[in-house]
């Protein structure tokens, strides 16, 4: 988000019309204001009507964004239908190429749920999955958020409301994933009414104490030893994530992928002649300090790959991790090293504190492990890691979404920094 309030736009097609105020401008309404809606998708799919979006978000500029969707209820009660042509051009070229792409030759990598007929399809399956646990659906899926990576609905059903969740290619593991760590820890993640892994489709339980703010850390000091047993206990059942298709993200693989990162991002070309020396000198001290980290003796386990206060649920008593997106197979203390991030932001206290309080439970579980080293060394390897994390998702989604822009960069220089202060 930038300073100022965005204006969302809504586009609400039909073939080559398009529905308009009185007045003959698109409907709009500003992100935040209106029904209480937690993302500015789930607003616009219910804004004129029941809708969902037929292509991703445009940037129209720094705070206009226009939403293109498609009517899965009756017409508005107020305002009228008119033709695109009668639309401004700028907004007038995006609703059109919207529309074509949404019936015609979508963009290559971009994901099926602005593809036509696929809502139908996943309520189809949800009333199969409903049916086998005595539950019936009472309505239409409703959007909480659709973007490039992940569609989020909300189903209400007649014994309260499950929650679905379809990733990207890039993430078709997710559901799986979380299938295989909820028989083993369920406890710790969100409870699974049903699977559909060749799809990546996944439909859960509602989760108490999700705060769209973001877990306090409380949550995560509660997590912290929890979430270490679950990763030492994963040892036991690690070809079972294999066989869900976890990511193997380990040493070898994490520095190879960081390597062709810096190699061929284009975002790299945004830093300055001193930056580009600097992370020449930086690479070889990185590497070496990465095999140092998986050289103290810490095997690879489960990982979540990206545990901040917004993927943990937290209710005072209990918490859960959801979001699992980048769950993979790779060392322990990257997991450990975010959750000390956001304990130490919201205490202000000092990270490197943090991180040695957090991992305490690895020191015990491996007496013969060089655990002060591997504390010392995590953080820096945390941002290689999510380096590689953001490039491989640039390349893995629809071009031009802009979802992730700026990333890849903004974390190269961390790594310099990081480097340069040692």
């Known amino acids: ?146 973007w490039s990576i992940s569609a989020v609905h909300v189903v209400p059903t007649d014994r309260g409301p499950v929650w679905f969740k379809a990733s990207c290619e890039h993430f078709s593991a997710e559901a799986a994933i979380v299938e295989t760590v909820a028989r083993h820890v369920p406890d710790l993640v969100p409870e699974v009414v049903g699977v559909e892994r060749d799809r990546g489709w996944l439909l859960t339980e509602p989760l108490p104490g999700v705060d769209t703010a973001g877990a ?75 095999r140092e980290l998986w050289a103290c003796g810490f095997p690879d386990t489960l990982a979540h790959g990206d545990l901040h206060a917004g993927n943990v649920a937290f209710d005072g008593a209990g918490v859960r991790v959801f979001d699992w997106s980048d769950g993979c197979l790779t060392h322990p203390f990257l997991d450990g090293t975010h959750l000390a991030h956001w304990i130490a932001q919201e205490e202000g206290a000092e990270v490197g504190d943090r991180v040695h309080t957090v991992l305490l439970p690895w020191r015990d579980a491996f007496p013969g492990a060089d655990f002060d080293r591997a504390v010392e060394l995590a953080p820096l390897a945390d941002l290689v890691f999510q380096t590689v994390t953001f490039d491989a998702l640039t390349r893995g989604i629809e071009a031009g979404t802009g979802d992730f822009d700026g990333v890849v960069v903004m974390l190269t220089r961390k790594v310099i920094e990081s480097v340069i202060a040692q």
């Open 1 to 146: 988000m930038t300073g100022h309030p965005r204006n969302i736009h809504v586009a609400l097609t039909d073939g080559d019309r398009v529905w308009v105020d009185d007045d003959g401008r698109l409907p709009a309404f500003e992100q935040g204001q209106w029904g209480g809606a937690a993302t500015a998708t789930a607003g616009a799919s219910r804004f004129l009507t029941d809708a969902v979006h037929l292509a991703p978000v445009v940037v129209l500029d720094e705070t206009n964004r226009l939403h293109v969707v498609g009517a899965r209820g009756g017409a508005p009660s107020r305002g009228r239908w008119a033709h695109t042509d009668d639309l401004p051009e700028d907004v007038r070229t995006q609703v059109v190429r919207s529309v074509r792409e949404h019936w015609g030759t979508p963009p290559a990598r971009r994901p099926d749920w602005y593809r036509p007929g696929w809502h139908d399809e996943v309520e189809a399956w949800i009333d199969t999955v409903l049916a086998d646990t005595g539950r019936s659906r009472t309505g239409p899926l409703r959007t909480h958020r659709v």
């Open 216 to 290: 306090p850390a409380e949550a995560a000091t509660a997590l912290a030893p929890l979430w270490a047993a679950a990763q030492i206990s994963s040892l036991d059942w690690i070809d079972e994530l294999r066989r869900a298709g976890a990511p193997d993200r380990g040493l070898e693989t994490t520095l190879t992928a960081w390597r062709e990162a810096l190699t061929t991002s284009p975002e790299l070309d945004a830093l300055t002649a001193d930056e580009q020396a600097a992370l020449s000198e930086a690479i070889p001290v990185v590497e070496a300090r990465v």
